[in-house]
């Protein structure tokens, strides 16, 4: 198919899991912009063409105001009532893993590893700080800047639906200021400060939450170098959370 783009994956069951994602996602009609699933295959999923770019720094306060404006509206949709520590099934079917899920494990096996040079928490730390989260829910996507295209009048689009879970508001903010200084080198305080006034605005659209603190976002932060540190050794992050954090 021309003029498409085309995202495999490395099993039937990968792609069912991501198309139902992304129908889920679509069937709240949020502020999220999706691109257009043209076809579903046996490994694959055929999408419309969006051009754009990957998200800049530049970005960062547009992207946390357009996030906030998505986990808000799902948070008002659907998710309030949905418990971080349990798996959530939607309406229509879609189950959404629990937060802590495969999380707790993950942590110990890379901190073992030795896989988060610099980590500002112990495994018993982190795992205490994921599995007592709590409060108001959103999802968690990977909000990383690869997973957003920037179209030329400026839309964020939100790309790859692999993988959905629960996760406090304010997680998946966490998730994109890490790899956008991660990919993009040190990003300045104030900056992220202003992104994440934007993002609690934005959630308060929707909702009326207390906003996520600069202590909570970056105690997520943490978590997100515990879990995201070990790929940069393939050259897909340049710089390392614990040498660049604010």
Do not use: C
Request: hydrophobic content about 45%.
């Amino acid at each position: 198919m021309s003029g498409l783009y085309v995202k495999r994956y490395a099993s039937a069951a990968a792609a069912k899991h991501a198309a139902a994602n992304y129908a889920w996602l679509t069937r709240l009609q949020g502020p999220a912009h999706l691109p257009e699933l043209r076809a579903i295959g046996e490994q694959a999923l055929w999408f419309e063409h969006i051009a754009g770019r990957h998200a800049l720094p530049t970005d960062l306060v547009t992207l946390a105001a357009h996030l906030g404006d998505m986990h808000g509206s799902v948070h008002q949709a659907e998710l309030r009532t949905a418990e971080l520590r349990k798996p959530y099934r939607a309406a229509d079917g879609q189950v959404l893993p629990a937060f802590p899920g495969s999380r707790l494990a993950a942590i110990e096996r890379e901190l073992s590893a030795g896989n988060a040079p610099g980590a500002m928490l112990t495994a018993r730390q982190a795992q205490r700080l994921i599995s007592d989260a709590d409060g108001p829910t959103a999802f968690y996507k990977d909000a990383n800047p690869r997973n957003f295209l920037i179209t030329p009048d400026g839309t964020p689009v939100t790309i790859d639906f692999d993988h959905l879970t629960l996760a406090p508001i304010g997680y998946d903010l966490a998730k994109l200021i890490v790899t956008m200084a991660m990919t993009h080198g040190p990003q300045p305080a104030s900056g992220i400060a202003q992104a994440l006034d934007a993002y609690n605005s934005a959630v308060r659209q929707h909702t009326a939450t207390m906003p996520v603190t600069w202590d909570e976002l970056m105690n997520w932060a943490e978590i997100h170098h515990i879990l995201t540190a070990r790929y940069a050794s393939d050259g897909r992050y340049p710089h390392l959370w614990n040498e660049i954090r604010p």
